[in-house]
């Protein structure tokens, strides 16, 4: 789910595109810096951002034209899934069917939302409330690429799939039927009800929830460190490397550039 954080980026941008005195051509310059060439004004001897119209291209940051436009998304998603798959045949050799399961993120996971990135930064803005409502009410997100063959491979080696995300209940029905239209038959759709931490969910997953027994998990995918059992940004940063000895192995996390709970970490 995207991250208010983005918000005050764009309400910046457009502060920037409005001129606001000393600040916008002191902040402006640095702005200019997330454009889709990557390069401030500065760099070209152009007038300060703040006097000069911008392009629409120009209010799509590399995060968001890497995200919808790059070889390197397809590759990094197809190669993260490939992995996974291949961790698949070996986690599940010798299990029964009915007995485990994947436990994988939606947004960014499995769904592509970045057209609702796209369209919020053309308006210069970011994520709100109520137009990430309005977004998941259109039920629009593409499947992920690699997304849908690795969930058939699950179930078809006999493991249950449960999907695991920070949409709320009243998103839900929107989002399974969303996961649906994509080819996703999830065997559960587990969206946040009293905590946005996963664990707890996790552990429901593990118990036996709406109707499956209990399961043994033996994967996590997901786009965000909380996405994991017992991971959170601020430990997992000053953590050992050994303390990612599972990725790659048991988790698989795919990149994303445009939001996360990384955005408010301190720079080294
Ligand atoms: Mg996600």
């Given amino acids: 789910m995207p991250h208010p954080v983005h918000l005050t980026t764009r309400i910046a941008r457009r502060l920037c595109a409005v001129g606001v005195g000393a600040f916008a051509l002191i902040s402006c310059a640095t702005t200019s810096h997330t454009s889709s060439t990557g390069m401030g004004a500065g760099a070209t001897g152009a007038e300060p951002a703040a006097t000069m119209p911008r392009p629409a291209s120009a209010r799509i940051g590399n995060d968001i034209r890497w995200f919808r436009s790059s070889a390197e998304q397809r590759a990094a998603f197809l190669q993260a899934y490939r992995v996974a798959g291949e961790r698949l045949?070996?986690?599940?050799?010798?299990?029964?069917?009915?007995?485990?399961?994947?436990?994988?993120?939606?947004?960014?996971?499995?769904?592509?939302?970045?057209?609702?990135?796209?369209?919020?930064?053309?308006?210069?803005?970011?994520?709100?409330?109520?137009?990430?409502?309005?977004?998941?009410?259109?039920?629009?997100?593409?499947?992920?690429?690699?997304?849908?063959?690795?969930?058939?491979?699950?179930?078809t080696r006999g493991g249950r799939v449960a999907i695991v995300t920070n949409r709320t209940a009243a998103e839900c029905d929107d989002t399974r039927a969303n996961l649906r239209a994509e080819g996703i038959e999830a065997d559960v759709v587990l969206c946040k009800a009293e905590t946005s931490d996963k664990n707890p969910r996790f552990a429901q997953v593990a118990a036996g929830v709406n109707g499956l027994p209990p399961l043994e998990v033996i994967m996590w995918i997901g786009d965000n460190i909380q996405d994991f059992p017992g991971m959170t940004q601020a430990p997992m940063r000053a953590a050992p490397e050994s303390a990612y000895t599972d990725f790659g192995r048991r988790f698989v996390l795919l990149p994303n550039p445009m939001y996360g709970s990384w955005e408010r970490n301190p720079l080294p």
Wanted: without cysteine; negative net charge.
């Fill in 89 to 155: 045949v070996a986690l599940s050799e010798g299990r029964s069917r009915g007995t485990w399961g994947v436990i994988l993120d939606a947004d960014e996971t499995v769904l592509d939302n970045s057209r609702y990135q796209q369209e919020r930064a053309l308006v210069d803005s970011g994520y709100t409330e109520a137009s990430w409502s309005r977004w998941v009410a259109r039920r629009e997100a593409r499947a992920l690429p690699g997304a849908l063959t690795f969930i058939r491979d699950v179930q």
